[in-house]
């Protein structure tokens, strides 16, 4: 006869039973929290990467549509990528086959041997208007007194012919010039092998745009031949030129090609001066694409990088507030006379400045003080120059440490 009373587990198997329900219990919370978290993680990569798509799209609209202000500010955005990820976008960047600060980064047992930097083939990144003409003028008479070839003059009006022959195949691929020098030639040093090397000199940015837009007021080089300086006020022309050494800095040669010249096209506008398409300045070319590809956000992260990596790009940085000793970095540097045969010979253009009343009867200091302070004084201007200017910061730095290590060398002798 069955029997009608319930079943009873045993009590150890009670006990199992109640600790794997319990587990149970634990198992799902733990899952659900797990995919709360999930779509929370999705929901924000899609919300950031989504600001910073859209931040894209509405950055390359504004180009294309005319809002190419120098000024021109991105909106903030959350950073969702390193250094090396933003840099990744932009291979170019990533410089090759340079000889690293010789007076700071050079190391006699494990760096690079003193007559790699003697035999190198050398890049003088001329950031104009900061006595670069000199520097040519020097190097040039150096050269043809010790009956070496002649320098190879990279700038603004023969740039993009030079590039797109060396990018075919047909140009100068070895880089036998064996010195070059203009304010095209950053990122040569990509296309060999051998020992290669760049130096620069740098001036305040302030006083280098006053420097060049009166110079533009007055003649019309490749590098003036966009805007009408005569016809701008000194806080227009320095919006319009920008931060001229930082985008030197980010050169890509490949914009030179014909496949950007569309583009290019459709970004210029109507210059103030007449001009062929291939006529457009280097720089100006590089800026319009720069500032179509790059987002503020984008250059204000590259800007970082570059601060980073100056002392190894460069073998040595000079400035025209020590002219002079600059010279004598570069003798010891390179073993050229550069000191001994230019010292003392710096060209200083006589451009007029300002021809306004409340300029007359003042010293060109005066003159110049002047319009710094009300350089100074913009916002705008201040923000349009503003990666120059940190790069101007960190090259005073480095400048300093050179110099001393210069001196250490010369008391140790």
């Known amino acids: ?53 859209q931040a894209r799209y509405d950055h390359q609209r504004d180009v294309r ?127 060999t092998n051998k020992p290669c090397s760049y130096f620069t000199i740098l001036r305040d940015p302030y006083e280098r745009v006053i420097s060049a837009y009166n110079m533009c007021r007055m003649i019309h080089p490749c590098q003036c031949r966009v805007r009408n300086a005569n016809k701008m006020s000194i806080n227009e022309w320095s919006l319009h030129q920008g931060s001229f050494f930082f985008r030197q800095l980010l050169a890509n040669h490949d914009f030179f090609s014909e496949k950007y010249d569309s583009l290019v096209a459709k970004l210029r506008g109507r210059p103030d001066l007449k001009m062929g398409p291939y006529e457009v300045p280097a720089w100006w070319r590089n800026e319009l694409i720069l500032r179509y590809l790059m987002t503020a956000h984008e250059k204000s992260i590259i800007l970082e990088y570059v601060l980073e990596n100056l002392e190894s790009w460069f073998t040595l940085i000079g400035l025209t507030d020590e002219y002079d000793l600059t010279f004598e970095l570069i003798e010891h540097a390179y073993d050229l006379p550069f000191f001994t045969n230019c010292a003392g010979t710096q060209e200083n253009a006589k451009y007029a400045y300002q021809d306004q009343p409340e300029m007359e009867n003042k010293t060109r200091t005066e003159i110049i003080n002047s319009l710094k302070s009300q350089l100074m004084s913009d916002p705008k201007v201040i923000n349009a120059l503003y990666y120059d200017l940190r790069i101007y910061e960190k090259a005073k730095e480095i400048f300093k440490r050179q110099k001393e290590a210069y001196m250490r060398n010369k008391l140790e002798k």
């Not at 919370?29 to 990467?49: H, P, Q, T, Y």
């Open 1 to 53: 006869m069955a029997s009608n009373a319930p079943f009873l587990w045993s009590s150890p198997t009670r006990d199992v039973l109640i600790v794997a329900g319990r587990l149970c219990k634990t198992l799902c919370v733990v899952c659900l929290w797990c995919v709360g978290l999930i779509s929370a993680i999705v929901v924000l990569d899609k919300l950031f990467n989504g600001k910073n798509k």
């Open 65 to 191: 549509e005319g809002d190419t202000a120098a000024n021109y500010t991105h909106p903030v955005v959350f950073q969702t990528e390193s250094i090396d990820e933003i840099v990744d976008k932009f291979p170019w960047l990533r410089r090759k086959n340079y000889l690293p600060n010789f007076f700071t980064r050079r190391n006699d047992q494990t760096g690079p041997p003193l007559k790699d930097y003697r035999n190198s083939t050398i890049m003088f990144v001329h950031n104009q208007k900061s006595g670069g003409t000199t520097t040519k003028v020097c190097m040039k008479c150096i050269l043809d007194t010790m009956g070496r070839h002649p320098p190879k003059i990279l700038g603004n009006g023969n740039a993009r012919r030079y590039y797109n022959s060396l990018l075919s195949g047909e140009g100068d691929s070895n880089l036998t010039w064996g010195v070059y020098l203009g304010d095209s030639t950053f990122g040569l040093c990509d296309y």
